[in-house]
T-cell receptor, first 115, second 115 residues
């Protein structure tokens, strides 16, 4: 079946540095990828929609300069948390569509800790 | 306004018994899909079941069934013969055709299966 691979699964970074998270679709070309953020015991909140070859669409309240999204190819989208601060610590997870309306494939998620 | 509502923050069920997790939704779109996901402590999102707004039959997948009541805008998940491994967070999500492929999630229900 279709697989979405997200890397890294865990990352610890120092405050003020940037960290990049990759989301790859392994078995299909993903026209659209989505980035979500999740706090412990809370729901997944959509951050942005990433379309191949165009600028990402950010949800209201999400800082586009803080969370840079690049979807350079049909199989790769990246989320870069710039100038990370402890409040950016969270679980980030991506999902990908390849056109089917009845399915959504998720990556394994990335647990980011900013110290 | 909350589009997906899960009113049960936590649920307990005895092993081998059935349990119903509630989900109500709000949409003006005629074409939409409803999903249920299981999220264990590892964080991965495991797809359980899908129901399309035009599907006349309730969806079933093994021990999972979706009690779809369109007029009431509810899409409850029924897990039969609960197993200890069913203990996890469960999320209901909706995808509206007019909103593209993004999923909007409910608050989640933490299910604990007791031996």
């Amino acid at each position: 079946g279709a697989v979405v691979s997200q890397h890294p699964s865990r990352v610890i970074c120092k405050s003020g540095t940037s960290v990049k998270i990759e989301c790859r679709s392994l078995d299909f070309q993903a026209t659209t990828m989505f980035w979500y953020r999740q706090f412990p015991k809370k729901s997944l909140m959509l951050m942005a929609t990433s379309n191949e070859g165009s600028k990402a669409t950010y949800e209201q309240g999400v800082e586009k300069d803080k969370f840079l999204i690049n979807h350079a190819s049909l199989t790769l989208s990246t989320l870069t948390v710039t100038s990370a601060h402890p409040e950016d610590s969270s679980f980030y997870i991506c999902s990908a569509n390849f056109g089917s309306y009845t399915e959504a494939f998720f990556g394994q998620g990335t647990r980011l800790t900013v110290v | 306004a909350q589009k997906i509502t899960q009113t049960q923050p936590g649920m307990f069920v005895q092993e081998k018994e059935a349990v119903t997790l509630d989900c109500t939704y709000d949409t003006s779109d005629q074409s939409y899909g409803l999903f249920w996901y299981k999220q264990p402590s590892s964080g991965e999102m495991i797809f359980l079941i899908y129901q399309g707004s035009y599907d006349e039959q309730n969806a079933t997948e093994g021990r999972y069934s979706l009690n779809f009541q369109k007029a009431r805008k509810s899409a409850n998940l029924v897990i039969s013969a609960s197993q200890l491994g069913d203990s996890a967070m469960y999320f209901c999500a909706m995808r509206e055709r007019k909103q593209g492929g993004k999923l909007i999630f409910g608050q989640g229900t933490e299910l604990s299966v007791k031996p």
